[in-house]
């Protein structure tokens, strides 16, 4: 219990700094009209206290209402519509939307920066990847609600607190009695906190399937087999079943949770009639103003209403902090490829020697990919790596890319450990292009601009999407660079490798010293990757080329080829020297050739 209110106290640490940062002003004046709200009623009932007494006191033959009664009552009026006007005008419907809009994009915000600045070590790690599809589901509602109801529970502590103030002055006993009845409230919506955590955001295996199968459901390739192969039914039967199963898992102690509830409120109630009543005989023997009982028992009902509600809200607060969890993991992921303090820079950007030397490499979850791995490449060199699925290639250009450091050897470049570089600056010498690269729902121009931010330039951006062979379906599009593409309004959505053309024009208008395209015309036709191909070799001749490919007819002009197998390069040389060597390489290739004779 102590080490879950603690994690509850650093969460609330945690949002309000958020907030604070956020829109400092807008934070402390969402809060402030909660605490307005909650005083309100003290004072209202204090002048319906007056009125009463007042207008008890006045001579029935009053010719004329006295001018106090008067003045009394139009304080209790203004109050009462002003605090109308402050909890409901200003705080529920102006400053909670405020409040609420701007935390959402604030998280939002938040979460896809942290997302930015991920290592792939933790992008691949599928612990990580939990975490980021519970943040993902959750981030957008549960992050406000945590500080939204936070403003609740306060709202409903001060009013407790201002009520308990003023019951003490008449039977100091009401307040310890009325709050022990309250208590099992907080206690009950924490636990009802917790059965939602923990079917949301436990990791339930039920939940989990639930959610696989409400995306199998949505996601468009997947919906596409489902229509060929009509394997609907059968999947909404195994949705259908999983949704029943956690329902009736999840029923029972909800069905507690309701007996309980219902009756919480009655017990509350009759504690509060006892306590009135035994007050009562101090108003008929006039040891207080009937308008003194009136104000006691006013505050009896705020203090009761209060205090359940600070159960209930503090409950909530509770059971969001849970997911608040999520979040907070997440941004605390520390980061795995670090810069040393003085890190090392090249400049200009040209073409650097690079060097594997004895790379062994394992991945985080012990599985040894490369084991002494030694090759050069030179300024200028075009290089490409072949070898069957699970060999290493891509293990290969995740280490030049320094998305993971190497286990045992070194990779050098111009003799400086990759590890000693700065990365904003190694990667400027970057361009990557690779398989399953993205489409981006933006217009043409944005598409191949995004190859490098820090230029705009419409010439350079014509002649890339020219050299990449898109240039005929941009200039067949109505609004042409400027069209919008994939399935949104007004967009047009390509085919797989009129996309691939784009993104190829993307690398073409980056024109890094250095480029590494994975698979990089797998969905484009044997005529246009020719094309292609021939742009590539006239952009890159004075540049360094690295292409990882299945198709030997992208490969066999390379300068040098790299075979490799079982984490190991087994053969190096050009295609005519692997050829005469009747290795490896002969076989794959003369397998492949084979399949287009």
Not at 453 to 459: F, R
Not at 465 to 480: E, N, W
């Amino acid at each position: 219990m102590w080490t879950q209110f603690r994690s509850v106290l650093r969460n609330i640490r945690l949002m309000l700094a958020i907030a604070w940062q956020m829109d400092k002003r807008l934070t402390v004046l969402y809060y402030l009209t909660a605490a307005l709200t909650a005083v309100a009623p003290v004072a209202t009932g204090f002048t319906f206290k007056l009125l009463i007494d007042h207008v008890v006191a006045t001579p029935g033959v009053a010719v004329t209402v006295p001018l106090v009664i008067v003045a009394i009552l139009a304080t209790h009026c203004a109050l009462l519509a002003a605090t109308t006007a402050v909890s409901s005008g200003l705080h529920d419907q102006y400053y909670d939307y405020l409040f609420r809009y701007k935390l959402q994009n604030e998280f939002a915000y938040r979460f896809s920066d942290k997302l930015t600045h991920l290592d792939i070590a933790h992008i691949e790690d599928p612990e990580v990847q939990n975490l980021i599809t519970n943040v993902r589901e959750t981030h957008q509602w549960r992050m406000p609600d945590f500080l939204r109801m936070l403003s609740y529970f306060c709202t409903a502590a001060v009013a407790y607190v201002s009520a308990a103030i003023v019951l003490a002055t008449f039977a100091w006993w009401a307040v310890p009695v009325l709050t022990l009845v309250t208590l099992p409230r907080l206690y009950l919506r924490a636990r009802f906190g917790n059965m939602q955590w923990s079917f949301y955001g436990s990791g339930a295996p039920g939940a989990r399937r639930l959610w696989y199968f409400g995306w199998l459901l949505s996601e468009n390739n997947s919906l596409r087999e489902t229509k060929i192969f009509q394997t609907g039914p059968a999947l909404l039967d195994k949705y259908k079943a999983i949704q029943d199963e956690l329902f009736e898992l999840h029923k029972k102690p909800l069905e507690r949770f309701r007996v309980v509830t219902t009756l919480a409120p009655l017990i509350e109630g009759g504690a509060m009639f006892l306590v009135a009543w035994l007050v009562l005989p101090q108003a008929i023997d006039r040891s207080i103003t009937i308008g003194a009982y009136a104000f006691f028992v006013t505050m009896l009902q705020q203090l009761v209403t209060a205090a359940a509600a600070a159960g209930v809200q503090g409950g909530a607060v509770y059971e969001n902090s849970l997911f608040v969890d999520f979040f907070v993991k997440l941004t605390a992921l520390p980061r795995l490829i670090k810069e040393r303090e003085d890190p090392v820079r090249f400049e200009p950007l040209v073409p650097p020697h690079i060097e594997f030397r004895a790379v062994s490499f394992a991945y985080p979850n012990g599985q040894s990919v490369l084991e002494d791995v030694s090759f050069t490449v030179e300024p200028g060199e075009n290089v490409a790596l072949v070898g069957i699925n699970g060999a290493g290639k891509s293990t290969i250009v995740k280490l030049l890319c320094r998305f993971y450091d190497v286990t045992h050897g070194a990779i050098l470049i111009n003799g400086v450990d990759i590890r000693e570089l700065e990365l904003a600056n190694w990667y400027s010498h970057l361009g990557t292009l690779f398989q399953d690269f993205v489409q981006y729902r933006l217009t043409v121009r944005d598409n191949i601009l995004l190859g490098d931010t820090s230029k705009v330039d419409d010439e350079l951006v014509v002649a890339a999407a020219t050299k990449a062979g898109a240039s005929p379906f941009i200039d067949a599009m109505p609004q042409r660079y400027d069209q919008m593409l994939g399935n949104d309004e007004d967009g047009v959505q390509l085919s797989g490798g009129q996309w691939q053309k784009l993104a190829i024009a993307r690398a073409f208008y980056q024109s890094a010293p250095v480029l590494i395209l994975d698979e990089p015309t797998s969905a484009i036709d044997a005529e246009a990757e020719f094309e292609i191909f021939n742009q590539l070799e006239a952009e890159y001749r004075d540049k360094t080329l690295l292409l990882v490919s299945h198709r030997f007819s992208t490969v066999r002009n390379a300068d040098r080829i790299l075979v490799i197998d079982s984490g190991r390069v087994i053969e190096a040389g050009t295609h005519e020297e692997l050829m005469t060597h009747d290795g490896k390489y002969a076989a794959m290739f003369s397998v492949q050739a084979a399949g287009y004779r």
